[in-house]
């Protein structure tokens, strides 16, 4: 049975149970070790919500190809695979939120920051989201919402794996940084969305930050003004949202879910349509149709496998 | 189309495919043997141009207070500077980047306190290694304001 993501400030049951989850899974340790995963320092337990954040990194890190490969596509990023890769990690917290909520009809709410991108500057840092009641504000550390740190409750939002200045995994103890609308003044908007959905090419080559298509401009390498898209909403929220480890932030999933629904509503207008082919040059290997996408808390999955996932779930609206 | 049922992640299930995982990703994460060691990165760029072959090498090394730089650069065709550290940002130049760095990773570069003051001989307020909550105080400089082309 199908569910129906909804929008997180329109559904406030929604957004509520999403916090709780992601806490819950920030308290859950299945196993995994720092030592498991190569992250330096002593040998600590890492939560389910963190594995997310090693995942995301280790699939930055992860260079295809690893040789002549200048503008950097790495196996979920930076090439074709960056939705369908960021669909699979999705669903793999969707899951896993519906199996520690208990609540199998749960759906991930997503942000349509292309909305509050319609209003000025002053009033896109109004937005509902950036409330106590919704996922709390800016700060460093961010001092409202579900997820303020508290040093005396280990049981309180913690960011505890981040990455230092080169990339590299580490960990720390300390609470969530948001520094919102300080780098770049605004979200994008209708017109930015509407663009990307003009385009009727999904990607091409180089298949990299310089490709033509409907892939780059989603990812946000396309433009005049500044970071597009889907890299305007990092670089806007900022604070935690900026490193490779930026899924740390739980609007990392609420922003990636409106990627998938733009994603969603691009196929609807111009058909189920990947490329590169799965025949295609082994220089692309990791982003062609069938190639496996880099997992780590399930068995891998393909491109092919994301791209109808009509069964698993839809939106309330693809109005985007 | 998706045509095998969904796999349902379990507690279990989890450790048991990061363990499996994990071994796969440290063979395939290959970003340290992009590095071309003390920190000189070389990035070659090919374009073939009405016949002609074209190849521009770009060597980088950047240190920021003698400290070397070896997070993974980027150089675009359109001659744009990206970095992996920070994923989301473009520079129009290498220094642009630096500075970047420093406003974001700020404990990384904190300059050595004074003997017998508090911090002395940690890094970023860090004990053991780990970075405690005050690190990232200023990332909140307005000064990183620059980096993002205005709109």
């Not at chain 1, 409330?131 to 700060?139: F, R, V």
């Not at chain 1, 913690?158 to 960990?171: A, P, Y």
């Not at chain 2, 980027?74 to 970095?83: D, P």
Request: aromatic residues 8%; charged residues 20%.
């Amino acid at each position: 049975m199908s569910i129906t993501r909804p929008n997180a400030l329109k559904d406030a049951t929604a957004l509520a149970d999403y916090c709780d989850g992601v806490k819950k899974l920030k308290n859950e340790f299945t196993g995994p070790t720092t030592k498991d995963l190569g992250i330096t320092g002593s040998v600590e337990k890492i939560s389910t919500c963190d594995l997310f954040v090693v995942w995301h990194v280790n699939a930055m890190m992860t260079m295809t190809p690893v040789q002549n490969n200048p503008e950097g596509r790495n196996a979920a990023h930076r090439g074709p695979v960056f939705p369908a890769w960021h669909r699979f990690m999705l669903r793999q917290l969707e899951l896993n939120l519906q199996r520690v909520l208990t609540k199998s009809d749960f759906a991930l709410p997503y942000w349509d920051w292309a909305m509050d991108g319609e209003g000025s500057p002053e009033e896109q840092l109004k937005s509902g989201l950036w409330t106590k009641d919704g996922i709390g504000g800016s700060g460093d550390p961010i001092s409202s919402g579900p997820f303020v740190f508290d040093p005396s409750d280990s049981s309180s939002f913690c960011v505890r794996i981040d990455t230092d200045s080169n990339g590299n995994l580490q960990q720390s103890k300390r609470g969530l940084a948001r520094d919102l609308g300080h780098d770049i003044d605004t979200l994008p908007n209708r017109t930015d969305t509407a663009d990307a959905l003009k385009l009727s090419l999904y990607d091409g080559p180089p298949w990299t930050v310089s490709s033509s298509g409907f892939r780059n401009q989603v990812e946000g390498w396309v433009g005049t003004t500044g970071p597009g898209l889907h890299n305007r909403v990092h670089v806007w929220v900022g604070g935690d949202m900026s490193p490779a480890s930026s899924p740390n932030d739980p609007v990392f999933f609420l922003n990636h879910c409106n990627v998938d629904r733009i994603w969603e509503a691009w196929m609807q207008k111009h058909g189920r349509v990947y490329v590169p082919a799965a025949n295609a040059s082994n220089n692309l290997k990791g982003h062609r149709l069938n190639d496996e996408l880099a997992s780590l808390l399930s068995p891998p999955t393909t491109p092919a496998d994301v791209l109808d996932v009509g069964t698993q779930y839809v939106y309330d609206s693809l109005d985007v | 189309m998706t045509t095998q049922p969904e796999f349902l992640p379990t507690a279990e299930s989890i450790a048991k495919y990061v363990k499996q995982n994990a071994r796969k990703l440290a063979k395939s994460s290959s970003m340290k043997s992009m590095m071309h060691g003390k920190g000189v990165q070389e990035i070659i760029r090919q374009d073939d141009y009405k016949g002609h072959h074209v190849m521009v090498k770009t060597r980088y090394e950047i240190t920021i207070d003698g400290q070397v730089v070896t997070g993974h650069i980027m150089l675009t065709n359109l001659g744009q500077v990206q970095y992996h550290g920070l994923p989301n940002h473009s520079f129009d130049s290498a220094v642009e980047l630096a500075r970047a760095l420093i406003d974001n990773f700020p404990e990384d570069f904190e300059k050595k306190a004074a003997p017998g003051s508090p911090r002395s001989g940690s890094k970023g307020g860090s004990m053991g290694g780990m970075k405690m909550p005050s690190s990232k105080a200023a990332k909140s400089s307005k000064s990183n304001k620059s980096r993002s082309k205005p709109r």
